[in-house]
């Protein structure tokens, strides 16, 4: 470096790079200024209006939740009001058929008792929301059901193990369950109403179900106005109704169990979140949609919950856009005030920009004396640097090394720390693998030693390989008593048998139906074939069929022996089933009809065997007998193909269906016309 004279005159110094004007300084801090009241003046509006805002919409919310709950208890109160009117009706007043009750039915059969079925029936037809009504005794046996269709699928043929039952028997007053999961399988709550006599002894309780499922009706989204959803749990904290009917399930809660508003604040109430009884209002993040809500829960007067909610952001959008009007008013205001501010920095930035030259021209003369002082200094500074960098490179690759080192052993370490754990898995895995087939052989074991089937196998010269099933037992053998003997020596004295396992052996797969003593089995048989498709051997499946036989045999010599009473007695008949539109005329009636037992058999063809002037009342009584369920009796005469007239004695009866209409007629025909002739 050349050193500078120190008389050369040093010239302006220019601006640093970089620095700004004091003019520029000027308008920057206005600017900054007015950013900065922007945002004071809009977070401090936003929450003033949030505040106002959440305690209005907090009031309403409170209010209008409270006006749902009642509209829920009044629709609750009006079911319990109606079920009660029932329950004072005179059919209610004796249930004497309690020694007709049926295990099996779980009640009376649907025969008996048709006054109060029809009672029960009839009213839910009026109030659908109770999908089962029952009737108990005062010990709790089911009495009946309807609809009947639910009584013999039920689990439970007393119920006084419940706890709505024992509490209606100690207050001998109505009561609501809580939800629970009912005979059906199904969550639901009951009203159980005490039916009392004169001395106001429990005669019986007459209870209706209703569904959960069913109960969100009252909490769905045309009811709710502009909230987001709206739900009711019990005492029990147990979700029995929500906007979002798909929350609602089988076991209650499901999701719903970490809902904010389900939490207990402690104190009286214990684990009831309906505890105490206030109304509880509450923000809280909403895990399952993952928003802020408001939510306000209020107490039922059965200590059950109706729950309210709202999402925050539906709230707060109106708030932000009347918080940034009145920030972009004040940003006016503002940039008004800052732009006098910016006229006036103008005039004063020019003189200080005048001090500031004068000061760095003042600055450039120092510098370049301590430049002068300074290049000695630069160039010793150099040559120590260049001795360090030296020591430092070397010292750097020294390092280097010792770094690769020390990733080689770690390279190798990993590699060998992989395998080891690979090889960890893999024997975790075949010790799982194994202990599972192990369970699973264990359990086809035990299935095949108790199914109630025959499963027999055998190689191809027919020995056996297999002999499992609970069936062995009919036949006086054991599991796998035969496996190693031939089936041709076994059943030696049955070529029926051993032709069928022969044809196998050849390839076919067959079904047949073999008698085996006094039993008789229905046999499987198909072939087991190779990876080239040769037959190495036959599996098969024996089932029991006896009882089933034997009862198909009874059944054909009692249609026999029907068939051959009507002839004597010349008494024909026929059944009519309306819904089908199917008519069964018996052999005897073709006979008295004139008919060859292959003619096609409806109720046109009856007609017109009727004598022209009989037809038309015979056509009336039956169209009655179809619309009232009445019986008809009367004599008719009836011709045949050929002209000959005969006199028969009409008998019909109608057979009501679960609706109550006709489904079925069943009509015979006694031949009088030798008697008549008499």
């Known amino acids: 470096m050349t050193d500078l004279p120190l008389d050369n005159p040093v010239p302006d110094a220019p601006p640093r790079a970089g620095s700004l004007s004091f003019q520029r300084k000027v308008l920057l801090a206005f600017g900054a200024s007015l950013v900065l009241s922007v ?108 609809p009947y269709s639910v009584q013999p699928g039920l689990t439970l043929h007393n119920l006084s193990g419940r706890a ?111 505890a105490p009884e206030r109304v509880r209002t509450r923000i809280y993040d909403h895990s399952i949609a993952g928003e802020r809500y408001i939510g306000t829960m209020v107490v039922l007067p059965n200590r059950w919950c109706f729950g309210l909610e709202r999402r925050l952001a539906a709230l707060e959008a109106p708030l932000m856009r009347e918080t940034w009007n009145t920030a972009a008013l004040v940003a006016v205001l503002i940039l008004a005030v800052c732009g006098i501010g910016v006229l006036v920095a103008q005039r004063l930035g020019r003189r200080w920009d ?12 120092m510098e370049a004396q301590v430049k002068r002082r300074g290049a000695a200094l630069i160039a010793a500074n150099a040559a120590l640097e260049r001795e360090v960098s030296q020591h430092k490179a070397a010292q750097a690759e020294l390092e280097a090394h010792r770094t690769r080192l020390q990733e080689l052993v770690q390279e190798r370490t990993s590699a060998l720390q992989e395998a080891n754990d690979r090889l960890k898995a893999e024997i975790a895995e075949r010790l799982r693998v194994e202990a599972e087939l192990r369970r699973e052989h264990a359990h086809l074991h035990s299935l095949l030693a108790n199914a109630p089937v025959i499963l027999f196998a055998t190689d191809r010269d027919g020995r056996f390989t297999l002999s499992e099933g609970h069936g062995l037992a009919d036949m006086g053998l054991r599991s796998g008593q035969v496996v190693g003997l031939s089936i041709f020596d076994v059943y030696l004295d049955r070529p029926d048998v051993c032709g069928l396992l022969r044809r196998a052996l050849s390839g076919e797969s067959i079904d047949a139906q073999l008698p085996l003593g006094s039993l008789r089995y229905e046999t499987a048989l198909a072939p087991l074939r190779g990876e080239n498709g040769e037959v190495t051997g ?128 069943f009509a015979t025909f006694h031949d009088i016309s030798e008697r008549k002739r008499a």
């Open 39 to 146: 945002v004071v003046v809009t977070a401090f509006l936003y929450y003033r209006l949030r505040e106002t805002a959440l305690e209005d919409a907090v009031t309403y919310q409170e209010a209008y939740a409270a006006l749902l709950a009642r509209g829920f208890v009044r629709s609750l109160e009006r079911s319990r009001t109606q079920l009660e009117f029932v329950a004072q009706m005179p059919e209610m007043r004796s249930f004497e058929f309690g020694h007709r009750i049926e295990r099996a039915l779980h009640g009376v059969p649907e025969s008996v008792e048709e006054d109060k079925r029809y009672l029960l029936r009839r009213f839910r037809e009026k109030h659908p929301e109770f999908s089962v009504l029952f009737v108990l005794l005062p010990d709790g046996d089911m009495y009946l059901t309807e």
């Open 164 to 274: 709505y039952f024992k509490q209606a028997v100690q207050k001998r007053t109505t009561v609501l369950s809580e939800s629970f999961i009912g005979s059906d399988g199904v969550r639901a709550v009951v009203f159980d109403v005490p039916v009392l006599d004169a001395r106001g002894e429990i005669r019986a309780h007459l209870g209706g179900v209703l569904h959960i499922a069913d109960l969100s009706r009252f909490v769905d989204k045309t009811r709710i106005g502009p909230f987001t959803s709206a739900f009711v749990v019990d005492a029990n904290g147990t979700l029995i109704a929500h906007t979002d009917s798909e929350m609602v399930t089988p076991l209650g809660l499901s999701r719903f169990a970490d809902h904010p508003l389900m939490a207990v604040d402690g104190g009286p109430g214990g684990g009831n979140p309906c």
């Open 538 to 665: 036959v599996i098969g499946v024996g089932t029991n069929v006896t009882e089933r036989f034997r009862a198909e045999e009874a059944l054909r010599q009692r249609e026999s022996s029907l068939a051959e009473a009507q002839q004597i007695a010349r008494l024909g008949s026929w059944e009519w089933n309306l819904k089908s539109n199917e008519m069964i005329w018996s052999a005897e009636l073709y006979r008295i009809l004139g008919a060859s037992p292959g003619f096609p058999a409806s109720y046109p063809a009856f007609l017109e065997r009727v004598h022209r002037d009989d037809r038309q009342n015979v056509q009336a009584e039956v169209s009655r007998a179809v619309e009232t369920g009445e019986p008809v009796a009367r004599e008719l005469r009836l011709a045949g193909p050929d002209g000959a007239e005969r006199t028969a004695d009409l008998r019909i009866e109608a057979r009501l269906g679960r609706s109550g209409r006709t489904e079925r007629l």
């Open 354 to 365: 005048d001090a500031e030259s004068a000061l760095r021209r003042a600055h450039g003369e």
